[in-house]
């Protein structure tokens, strides 16, 4: 019963997650997308990609933007529309995108 119990939380859990990165795919879509690309994955060379970066450390860079503890031009604008909510979503979707790598 315990079990049962347990399991329905953590479905529940990793539902949530995902509406949660659906909600951050449509505002990245409008608010980020044209720098950091559709996919998380930046096409100028003065853009970080945040595809596949985790949660926790996007979470943070978006509040230091916000707060002033990391400084930039753009992004401190940015961020400052943001709240902790958005971040959170914004977070969960880039969060959720996998990368492959290759050496050339
Ligand atoms: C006008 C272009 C532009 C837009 C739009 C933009 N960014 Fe950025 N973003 C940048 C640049 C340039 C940097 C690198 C800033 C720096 O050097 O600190 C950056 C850095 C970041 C970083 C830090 C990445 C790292 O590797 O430390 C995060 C996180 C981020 N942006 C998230 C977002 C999110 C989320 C949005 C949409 C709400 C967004 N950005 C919209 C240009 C943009």
Redesign the pocket.
């Known amino acids: 019963m315990k079990r049962i119990i347990v399991s329905g939380v953590l479905v529940c859990a990793t539902t949530l997650a995902l509406a949660d990165a659906a909600i951050g795919k449509a505002?990245?879509a409008t608010?980020?997308a044209?720098?950091?690309g559709p996919q998380g994955l930046s096409m100028q060379p003065?853009?970080?990609h945040?595809a596949g970066?985790p949660e926790i450390y996007?979470v943070e860079?978006?509040r230091n933007y916000r707060s002033g503890k990391?400084t930039?031009e753009?992004?401190g604008v940015?961020a400052k529309t943001?709240s902790d909510q958005d971040i959170n979503h914004?977070a969960d979707w880039y969060a959720s995108l996998q990368l492959s790598v290759q050496e050339r």
């Open positions: 505002r990245a608010a980020c044209v720098c950091h003065n853009v970080p945040l970066q996007l860079q978006l990391r930039h753009v992004m940015i943001l914004l």
